[in-house]
């Protein structure tokens, strides 16, 4: 039996940086608001003493228990998608702040051409120049229109940063200054100082020193301690959900954060959902929490699964190519990270030191920054050297030609420890028809719902676009004067490992119904108090990190929220486009 | 040997005993400073008596005593197959002194070796290379954001019903059985060329399994021995943080505030888990 609870303004699903953003700003305007967070309950005490590289970076604590609940994938169409089994393979945020918790911390803003990608890539190559299959196309939003929501979220958040020499218009600086450098850091910023690119600092969300951020949330300074990807920060130096937004949320007494809620249902009734159908994990109990407007703020593959076990929006169909569900799935798998690395014969890098964020990068070979006249691809990418701070048992890496295991293996990979330095190129990627997200037929989880099932091939686009790169990253790399220099491999097709948690699109924003599920604030077309925050809303992925543009998404949500929650509608008009898919 | 010159840039001006005492510092100044300072003032302030806890005396050989594996010789292959993949030589200790075995077998007793928290439920595709989408040719060390925060083994979609543990169990006597077909001994009597053959048809796939391609087992057993080699000791591996030493690792620690500018490789005696959580 399903147990009625009382109606609130707002029920969140999901309580990372959008749904921790949307439960912060909606209770600040004096809405009641609850978020419901599968995962547990957790506080900065959780991780205190974490600094255990077998329990999370190899064991993967923090994420998602697959017994449950996991994807399946495929690279083609007509084959059997395979479950994603293993925390190895797949890797999927989980707790209260979600997977905003053990995030690195490298905050990019994205470029005027990837909002509108579409029409500057015709504007300056002509039509020709995107492939037909593939289905990129402008957010409906401009750059121009997103600052504001850039700069609130990199206040909230404490970044520490320094602007991109070639960047693009900022309305104010960075709140905090670049963290401390380091020499393989420093030997990257110089030497591509003098290979005449742009270089600078990655902006950080590893916090440079003490910060009050405007909702009166203090930050402490970074220790380079090395805890950060895999990781909660466990002195309060990573700027994250739980320092931040939750805590604002929790100070206007309108807003309860409800964990171990797993919710299986949006409910939907006659154009307007209702409320949420979820099942509390520690006793089994169905509860159904019903709202006057239903924020899916959950990951990717959740937002996406919610609505197609519940039936809302068209599902989106590739033999037909119509329907938006599932549509443009895009994300940064391997191929977008690939690179050179280099051993340097008599220099020592403290390389077990560091941080999620502490790295320098340039956007010389990013987005359409460089000329593609005469490149087989769109788009672009980030070079970076970040240093994380590796830990023993992942500090293996040895000049190619090594085997992989015995007494030689051992030998240069101890030599070599803290004798290797890795540049990779943060490429973008495209979206085509044939990849997306739709409803498994054959799987389920542990409530006998269908599992999502991903299919995904790379493309030529990927593979000409990874040899650019890893070209790239190889020069700056035998510039930094690294004695040897092993370029990574460009691989045939997608190998079914989803380590790097950005994944997006399959609720993609646009301006025209028929090609987009939500409008530029979010708000589903077609279900005016439904509305889908995330990474998820990305039609194409571009070629840097992720988060500064889901935390600045998530204002944008925000503010269509209250202005729904005033004066109701459509807060947009949809445009009917011609143009094919 | 010649891997062991420590290049021009060792660290020159700054002792451990300066380390420490610098450190010291930085660790008041978090507390004084600090938003979680109360709360972390216990976590960070080491009592001077836990110098006596040396980890020589709480590892011991206590810890040393199977929990998994039921039958000796099973633990013998895996010993010999261990310190095949990571073997003793003037760079420093093997697995079998590293106590890899036993931090295996703990491993396969635990959450990871019984697959707890992995997706098992059916219908399961044994033939995935048959089905056209198994992959092990990828190496995790060059692909992904994490890459440079993994294990450098390559990941092989895992399509079994089996767990963790009875892929062990199993992979181990095929090991054996391997041996004694193909080279005419049990496999720890085998010379040690031999032992590397033997494992090399696992690597390679040359070896029939049921239930799991023995890729699959291999990539596993070299993952496990690595995290053995260098995990920290708390799980049984990496005896006396003895990995740690050969990797001039020095643990976790609370922070490189103070060093992260440094030019020069810092040493440091390293500590472990227990030295950072106090007790």
Same mark, same amino acid.
């Given at each position: ?100 918790? =053990?995030?690195?911390?490298? &905050?990019? *803003? ?24 593939? &289905? ?20 909230? +958040? ?40 742009? @270089? ?14 405007? /909702? ?32 604002? +949320? ?115 070979? +990013?987005?359409?920054?460089?000329? =593609? ?76 719902? @269908? ?93 840097? =990190? ?32 011609? =143009?094919?898919? | ?53 040396? /980890? ?9 005593? *199977? ?16 310190? *095949? ?62 890459? +440079? ?14 767990? *963790? ?115």
């Amino acid at each position: 039996m399903v147990i009625k609870l009382d109606k609130v303004d707002v029920v969140v699903v999901g309580t990372g940086w959008a749904g921790g953003v949307v439960s912060a700003e909606l209770s600040k305007a004096g809405y009641k608001v609850v978020a419901l967070e599968r995962g547990k309950n957790v506080t900065r005490e959780d991780y205190i003493g974490v600094k255990d590289e077998l329990r999370y970076t190899d064991r993967y604590e923090m994420m998602q228990n697959l017994a449950s609940e996991t994807i399946t994938s495929r690279n083609y169409i007509d084959e059997t998608a395979l479950p994603v089994r293993t925390r190895k393979e797949v890797m999927v945020g989980t707790d209260l702040g979600g997977g905003s918790v =053990h995030w690195a911390g490298a &905050t990019y *803003r994205w470029k005027p051409y990837d909002f509108e990608i579409r029409s500057k890539t015709i504007e300056r190559y002509g039509e020709k120049k995107i492939p037909a299959d593939m &289905t990129i196309q402008d957010w409906g939003i401009t750059y121009d229109e997103m600052e504001p929501y850039y700069d609130r979220w990199e206040k909230t +958040a404490g970044i520490s940063g320094e602007p991109d020499p070639i960047g693009d218009m900022r309305s104010s600086d960075y709140p905090n200054p670049p963290m401390k450098s380091s020499p393989a850091v420093n030997l990257f910023m110089e030497t591509t100082k003098k290979m005449g690119y742009h @270089p600078y600092r990655v902006p950080s969300g590893n916090l440079s020193q003490p910060y009050t951020n405007p /909702d009166g949330e203090k930050m402490n300074q970074c220790m380079f301690c090395s805890f950060c990807s895999h990781y909660g920060c466990d002195f309060g130096a990573k700027s994250d959900p739980l320092v931040t937004v939750l805590p604002t +949320a929790m100070k206007t007494g309108n807003f309860e954060a409800r964990t171990g809620a797993y919710v299986r249902r949006v409910l939907y009734n006659d154009g307007k959902a209702t409320g949420v159908l979820y099942t509390d994990v520690m006793t089994g109990e169905e509860f159904e929490q019903p709202a006057d407007v239903v924020v899916l703020a959950a990951f990717t593959f959740t937002n996406n699964r919610l609505l197609l076990l519940s039936k809302i929006g068209q599902p989106y169909d590739p033999k037909t190519r119509t329907g938006v569900i599932g549509r443009n799935f895009n994300a940064q798998f391997n191929i977008t990270f690939l690179g050179a690395r280099g051993y340097f014969k008599d220099k020592k890098f403290n390389y077990y030191m560091g941080a999620g964020a502490l790295g320098a990068t340039l956007s010389d070979f +990013a987005g359409d920054n460089f000329d =593609h006249s005469n490149v087989d691809f769109i788009n672009g990418g980030g070079i970076e050297l970040r240093q994380y701070g590796d830990g023993a048992i992942a500090t293996n890496h040895v000049p190619k030609g090594t085997p992989g295991w015995g007494e030689e293996f051992k030998k240069n990979s101890v030599y070599y420890a803290n004798r290797s330095l890795v540049v990779w190129y943060t490429m973008a990627t495209m979206s085509y028809w044939h990849n997306f997200l739709d409803l498994d037929p054959m799987y389920t989880d542990s409530f006998n719902d @269908p599992l999502l099932r991903v299919t995904y091939k790379y493309t030529d686009q990927d593979r000409n676009m990874a040899k650019f790169g890893i070209e790239k990253s190889r020069e700056i790399m035998e510039a930094m004067g690294a004695d040897i220099v092993d370029e990574d491999e460009v691989p045939e097709e997608f190998d079914h490992i989803y380590d790097g948690m950005h994944y997006a699109g399959g609720v993609i924003m646009g301006t025209d119904p028929a090609t987009s599920a939500v409008n530029n604030y979010l708000q589903m077309w077609d279900v005016n108090n439904l509305f889908v925050v995330g990474a998820s809303a990305f039609p194409q992925f571009a070629g840097h =990190h992720p988060t500064a543009t889901v935390g600045a998404l998530a204002y944008r949500a925000s503010e269509g929220i209250v202005n729904y929650l005033k004066n109701g509608g459509q807060l947009v008009k949809g445009e009917q486009k011609s =143009h094919s898919i | 040997m010649a891997d062991k010159s420590t290049g021009t840039n060792e660290k020159s001006g700054m002792s451990r005993r300066t380390f420490i005492k610098n450190s010291g510092l930085v660790a008041g100044g978090l507390v004084g400073g600090g938003l979680f300072g109360g709360l972390l003032t216990n976590q960070f302030q080491k009592k001077p008596e836990l110098a006596a806890f040396s /980890d020589e005396k709480i590892s011991g050989g206590l810890q040393e005593a *199977r929990v998994f594996i039921n039958r000796a010789e099973d633990f013998k292959i895996l010993s010999a197959a261990t310190e *095949r993949l990571f073997p003793k030589d003037d760079v420093g200790p093997g697995a079998i002194e590293l106590g890899v075995p036993y931090f295996i077998d703990k491993q396969l007793a635990g959450e990871w070796g019984m697959n707890a928290k992995e997706y098992m439920k059916g219908p399961f595709i044994t033939n995935i290379q048959a089905a056209g989408n198994h992959n092990n040719s990828g190496n995790q060390d060059s692909q992904g954001p994490n890459a +440079a925060t993994q294990v450098p083994t390559p990941t092989p979609r895992y399509q079994s019903i089996l767990n *963790r543990g009875e892929i062990f169990t199993l992979g181990l006597r095929r090991i054996d059985q391997v041996s004694q077909e193909d080279f005419g001994a049990r496999f720890v009597d085998l010379a040690p060329e031999k032992q590397d053959e033997v494992l090399r048809m696992f690597e390679e796939d040359k070896v029939e399994l049921k239930g799991v391609g023995s890729s699959n087992f291999f990539y596993m057993l070299l993952q496990v021995t690595i995290e053995g080699a260098y995990a920290d000791p708390v799980y049984g591996g990496n005896k006396d943080m003895m990995g740690w030493k050969m990797k001039e690792y020095p643990g976790p620690r609370m922070s490189y505030l103070d060093t992260i500018e440094a030019e020069e490789f810092i040493v440091m005696e390293p500590e472990s888990l227990r030295n950072y959580q106090g007790h």
